[in-house]
């Protein structure tokens, strides 16, 4: 039997945990809400106006504070993440489902170290990553922009994607798929009817994870990001070299709810399945 | 055979297998001869069961059928088609898996109306069938349930259902029964009989259970490491059986390895370690055989045995009561065990004997099997 101290000696490091972890989110999305245009840390009323500043709308925490010179800039970098995040999962998805398939499906020579190759990009540091996407564009003469973001985000995230499938793929029982072409389906058929339906919280799920990981993502788009492509993570990242404003508290607190809403369609989804 | 008559089987025959040769590279190294040149025919309307230990071969050459397996020599034919480069999902057949593969994410009516579905047939009609197979098989109402809120004896009757909604020529049946209680078992192998009996489609079987094969089959296919030993009918099996495998393999019984010697009306089986078995007479001496000795031809031998009878000295080491009948545990003077079962008044005078007491057994000498020495020792 536990003694009473060590009791409450284990729920005070649960608690500490807690704090440790979501104090700083917690005063980001407070601070946020602060009308202290000088010093952000203290606290002298409630406001919306950083959320209408960062949206290019007047406020009354007038101009000379107002950081984002320029919300066109703002806007054009959430624009960008997007279109990035979006094609980037699309592509990953497909093709990191394939991939899956492939490696379930078939066996061949070599498939351990193939399945190696494809874990890599994941555990590679992220410095390295960009740095050779760097190298390779400049190299062949690929311009840097919206496209060379893609095609980098696409290296590895289809890993992301692959390994996310594949443990879905792990646990399918592969007799529904012989089921289903002994009554009369074909490959299609079965892929449509049986198999899709089967790993779809698998790939929904890896679909998530890219998105979210190419919103996210700033070290290896800050190599391939051209001059007049830049991301939100990218920025941000300049805005915070110039010291750190009340604006960026806002697009942090709207960063997260995003990002929570797409977690919890997430977890939605694999209850429903 | 002559040609208008092979013709004339080959008509006859639902599905065919000829010398089918399949091996796989064995995961530690090496290769594995699942079929070993496996000839089979299969007539309309028959149930034909494949029987052997695990490994024997019978399980590829079902899915050899069913095209999930390719063959690496001879052929399969369905209904006289050769299947030789046809994909599963375009042959005449259909399979209930051995875990019953049912589709998780699709209701009863889904999986059972899967097959009708996929061949695009009219929903009106489809419905119809999906009501009729299910009703038939004794789940009328089930359409809207999720396999998982069905019990392990109903996910079998809905793969049934899908099977069979079909009408293939062929059913396959990969040890359906396997993962059922006992009970359960028993009342779906009289279940399966009577609906192919009503179906009037060949029904191939797998197990390696043999009494569920003597129970349903009209012929018994029993394969040993990738060969068939014997096809034949359950009784023929049991009674007269062609290997000393098919011998041990199905039903109780004791085997004496020895050779044929005497005069023809008074022949003796003599065993290496020198164990006299009288034979039937007839039996021509010089010949190398094995005798199959089974419990019910064992009684209590008379004090003066008649020459019709072979008599056994043995020690009796066990008596079993197992309500309709009575086993007696008995050891030979070469250590072996021989069980006797007798029936009528042969089991009152052994029910006397005390264990550990020396008993004579007796046995008609016409009745035990006498298998004869193939050349290559099988």
Redesign the interface.
């Known amino acids: 039997m536990k003694r009473g101290w060590v009791k409450r000696l284990l729920s005070l490091h649960g608690v500490l945990f807690l704090v440790f972890v979501y104090a700083p989110i917690v005063m980001v999305v407070v601070l946020s809400f602060n009308s202290n245009p000088i010093n952000m840390m203290i606290w002298s009323g409630f406001t919306f106006d950083w959320y209408w500043s960062i949206l290019g709308y007047p406020t009354q925490l007038n101009e000379q504070t107002l950081y984002v010179e320029s919300t066109d800039q703002l806007l054009g970098a959430v624009k960008n993440s997007l279109i990035v995040a979006v094609s980037t999962t699309t592509i990953s998805t497909i093709l990191g489902t394939m991939t899956a398939l492939a490696l379930y499906r078939y066996r061949f020579r070599a498939q351990r170290f193939y399945q190696g190759l494809l874990y890599m990009p994941m555990v590679m540091p992220d410095i390295v990553l960009g740095i050779a996407l760097l190298v390779f564009f400049v190299g062949f003469g690929v311009a840097l922009g919206v496209m060379s973001i893609i095609i980098g985000h696409c290296t590895f995230l289809i890993s992301y994607v692959f390994v996310v499938v594949s443990a879905r793929l792990a646990g399918m029982?592969d007799?529904?798929e012989?089921?289903?072409?002994?009554?009369?389906?074909?490959e299609w058929?079965?892929f449509r009817?049986?198999t899709l339906?089967?790993i779809l919280p698998g790939v929904i799920g890896g679909a998530l994870l890219a998105f979210i990981i190419s919103m996210d993502d700033l070290v290896i788009t800050y190599f391939i990001a051209g001059v007049d492509s830049t991301t939100l993570p990218v920025f941000i990242y300049g805005m915070l070299r110039r010291g750190v404003k009340p604006e960026i508290n806002a697009i942090a607190t709207l960063m997260l709810t995003l990002s929570f809403i797409i977690a919890t369609l997430g977890l939605y989804l694999r209850r429903r399945? | 055979m002559k040609a208008d008559e092979e013709a004339q089987d080959q008509a006859a025959s639902i599905a065919e297998v000829r010398e089918a040769v399949k091996r796989f590279a064995a995961p530690e190294g090496g290769i594995v001869t699942a079929l070993d040149g496996v000839s089979l025919k299969v007539r309309p309307s028959e149930f034909v069961t494949l029987l052997g230990p695990s490994g024997c071969g019978k399980t590829t050459l079902l899915r050899a059928i069913?095209?999930?397996e390719e063959l690496d020599a001879g052929e399969v034919r369905i209904a006289g088609a050769p299947m030789t480069g046809v994909?599963?999902?375009?042959r005449p057949?259909?399979?209930v898996?051995?875990?019953y593969?049912?589709?998780?994410?699709l209701s009863v009516g889904d999986n059972v109306g899967?097959?009708l579905d996929?061949?695009g047939v009219p929903r009106a009609e489809r419905n119809t069938r999906v009501g009729e197979t299910l009703e038939r098989i004794g789940l009328d109402g089930y359409e809207r349930r999720r396999p998982d809120q069905l019990s392990g004896g109903q996910r079998q009757r809905v793969a049934l259902a899908?099977?069979i909604i079909?009408q293939p020529k062929l059913l396959l049946l990969d040890e359906p029964l396997s993962a059922l209680d006992r009970n359960l078992r028993k009342a779906m192998q009289l279940e399966l009989k009577n609906l192919q009996h009503d179906l009037g489609i060949c029904f191939v079987f797998v197990t390696h259970d043999q009494e569920e094969a003597l129970t349903m089959s009209d012929r018994v296919a029993v394969l040993n490491a990738g060969r068939i030993e014997q096809v034949a009918a359950p009784e023929t099996h049991y009674h007269r059986p062609a290997t000393r495998f098919v011998a041990e393999f199905i039903g109780d019984g004791a085997l004496f390895s020895g050779r044929v010697e005497g005069p023809a009306k008074d022949p003796v089986l003599v065993t290496a370690d020198g164990l006299r078995f009288a034979v039937a007479s007839g039996t021509p001496a010089g010949q190398e055989a094995t005798l199959l000795l089974r419990p019910e031809h064992l009684e209590a031998a008379p004090k003066s045995p008649r020459a019709s009878h072979g008599v056994i000295e043995a020690r009796l080491e066990q008596s079993v009561f197992l309500g309709a009948l009575h086993q007696f545990v008995c050891r030979l003077a070469n250590g072996a065990t021989i069980i006797a079962a007798p029936t009528g008044a042969g089991a009152g005078n052994l029910s006397e004997v005390a264990i550990g007491d020396s008993i004579r057994l007796a046995y008609r000498r016409d009745q035990p099997h006498l298998i004869p020495e193939v050349g290559d020792g099988a």
């Open positions: 029982d007799t529904l012989q089921a289903s072409a002994d009554l009369g389906a074909n058929v079965t009817r049986i339906p089967q399945h | 069913s095209g999930f994909p599963p999902h375009r057949v259909n399979t898996f051995q875990n593969a049912l589709f998780p994410h899967y097959g996929v061949a899908r099977a079909n």
